[in-house]
């Protein structure tokens, strides 16, 4: 039925569902936005995800930040107001596993009140001391829902397991984890089929379990050097995946990433975005500069700092919310 | 003399405000001032205990009643702890609660709402419980020493207005120690008149006047219209009847 609808909606034209996507948004989510930073703690990593910069057989330098790196980080991104966090890492059991976490999160805790991780799928019983810990969010992408570009896109690692990293929204809600964020990687393939089965997945979440605040990234993917390139999404298209996903979810946060070009993020986060990063940098120990000259997961487009991001919302007449989740 | 009390403070405004979705706390401040309301709620969640310009307390205007609500609560348990960590704060102990564990309807858990309350009551919190408006769960809230008891009129943030009517008149109807307080879904000052010529001893209204033109000034028309409401409520509204009744009738001569 979702998917019958989807399709329905994605043929309307655009400016309709600018305008529809833009009051729902208002009436459920007023004149808010959410500002969020994340923060590289490593990127060493199993996979081999051909379009990645993180990959496994990509010969880049590997690092991964230690207890006072990670708080000199944490004390140069809470000086410029941020209060909400993504933590990240590649995927490594071996290098950054739950202990490294861990301890992260309690260095971490000390200067934010909210964290969120985007790291390698793991256990609910994982989760769940992660929970206690203090980590409220995750950010788990499915990168693609087709199985066969899937397969062909993660030759090696744990990643290679399509299942389980489909299962991993629910094995974190299990636990007791508040906000997840699901996506898919614009650009792998087709999007409209990505996305029609992104919208299906976050229904069945939603139903299992409505206790927990989810939300959708769409990251488009941008070329990265020595991987495979992108079906191109053009602005159009990404404008109307955020309306449709908006009228369908209602009450869904949506999360716009500085992957995205200013001018592009200025026009389109009244539309239906109700978090946007801001001030990011992509490489590990890019806060602090406690590491230089590191090769970063992806480029940012929107290189604009945390207060310009704020002036540029406050021009707009929206309110910047830097707490909106506090762990108690 | 028409006092409104809530847990032995008397209050000067039957306007309650809720404090999200403003596209600036300057705005709020305006909202608040032009609505005349003294009990503000803000969610415990977004108050920064940290001090910073961005702190959205310091947008409110003095002698405001400061109502935090727990938000975000998915349990009993953790709007309790919300509370004693807000009162913990210097927040003072009057507090909203809301339980909501439906993040697509955000339809408040009665059954954990009641637990809450107990337990905040018995702390001596200034406890009004945001509830679905069911007779039961509104007398297990007065047992359990909640202070008003606040069934909400539609879907929080619909603007659909009192689709919960008739439960909620039952409410009025029955319950006499407390207040009731229509809180959500009020979407048009004309809901809130009908609230108050019901019966309701107030209404807590956010969303309407956040996504208004015009906020502030949308603040004064509800202020108006609750006051008429509640003027028409003390005076007894006539009755309705299926047919047309002249008011000086054809053939009044005849009785004369």
């Known amino acids: ?328 | 003399m028409d006092e409104f009390i809530i847990g032995g403070r008397t209050l000067s405004s039957r306007f309650l405000l809720g404090t999200g979705k403003f596209k600036s706390k300057q705005e709020l401040r305006e909202v608040i001032c032009r609505s005349g309301a003294e009990v503000v709620t803000v969610a415990l969640r977004r108050i920064d205990l940290e001090k910073n310009e961005d702190n959205i307390l310091s947008y409110l205007p003095e002698n405001i009643l400061l109502l935090t609500n727990t938000s975000g609560a998915r349990n009993a348990d953790e709007a309790v702890r919300l509370a004693r960590l807000g009162r913990a704060a210097g927040h003072g102990n009057w507090v909203k609660i809301e339980v909501i564990n439906d993040s697509k309807y955000l339809l408040p858990d009665n059954a954990e709402t009641i637990k809450a309350t107990e337990i905040l009551a018995a702390e001596g919190f200034v406890v009004l419980p945001y509830m679905n408006p069911d007779l039961y769960a509104a007398r297990a809230l007065v047992k359990a020493g909640a202070a008003a008891v606040m069934p909400l009129g539609s879907l929080i943030g619909s603007n659909q207005g009192l689709r919960m009517k008739t439960l909620i008149e039952v409410l009025i109807a029955e319950i006499s120690d407390v207040p009731i307080i229509v809180d959500a879904g009020i979407g048009r000052p004309s809901h809130a008149a009908e609230a108050m010529e019901m019966g309701a001893a107030a209404v807590l209204v956010n969303t309407a006047l956040a996504t208004a033109g015009d906020p502030p000034r949308m603040a004064e028309a509800f202020a108006k219209a609750i006051a008429a409401g509640r003027l028409a409520w003390l005076a007894g509204t006539g009755e309705t009847s299926p047919l047309a009744r002249a008011s000086s009738p054809l053939t009044g001569f005849l009785h004369g």
Request: include cysteine.
């Open chain 1, 1 to 328: 039925m979702v998917r019958l609808r989807t399709a329905e909606l994605f043929a309307l034209d655009l400016e309709t569902l600018a305008r529809e996507a833009q009051r729902i948004t208002r009436q459920n989510f007023g004149r808010t936005i959410s500002l969020y930073a994340p923060l590289y703690l490593a990127n060493y990593c199993e996979n081999q995800c051909l379009y990645c910069g993180f990959s496994a057989r990509l010969r880049i330098q590997r690092e991964k930040l230690g207890p006072e790196q990670i708080a000199a980080e944490c004390a140069a991104l809470a000086a410029t107001g941020i209060q909400n966090i993504l933590l990240l890492t590649g995927e490594s059991h071996k290098h950054t596993p739950l202990g490294y976490l861990l301890a992260a999160a309690e260095v971490v805790k000390k200067y934010f009140p909210s964290i969120s991780i985007e790291v390698q799928p793991m256990e609910t019983e994982e989760y769940r001391a992660l929970v206690e810990a203090g980590v409220d969010g995750l950010a788990v992408y499915q990168e693609t829902y087709d199985r066969e570009i899937y397969a062909r896109l993660h030759p090696a690692g744990r990643k290679r397991n399509f299942q389980y990293r489909f299962e991993t929204p629910a094995r974190a809600a299990q636990a007791g984890i508040r906000q997840i964020s699901l996506g898919a990687l614009l650009g792998l393939g087709d999007w409209r089929p990505d996305v029609e089965a992104l919208f299906g997945h976050l229904n069945a979440l939603e139903s299992e379990y409505p206790g927990v605040d989810f939300s959708l990234s769409f990251p488009r993917m941008l070329p990265v050097e020595g991987a495979v390139q992108p079906c191109i999404v053009s602005d159009a298209d990404m404008v109307r995946i955020l309306c449709v996903a908006r009228i369908l979810f209602p009450r869904v946060g949506i999360n716009l990433s500085t992957r995205e070009p200013a001018r592009f993020r200025d026009h389109v986060f009244p539309l239906g975005v109700t978090r946007m990063s801001a001030g990011s940098a992509t490489t590990v120990g890019g806060y602090a500069q406690s590491l230089q000259g590191h090769d970063a997961q992806f480029s940012i487009s929107d290189e604009r700092s945390l207060a310009e991001i704020k002036t540029m919302l406050l021009n707009k007449e929206y309110d910047p919310v830097f707490t909106d989740w506090r762990r108690m």
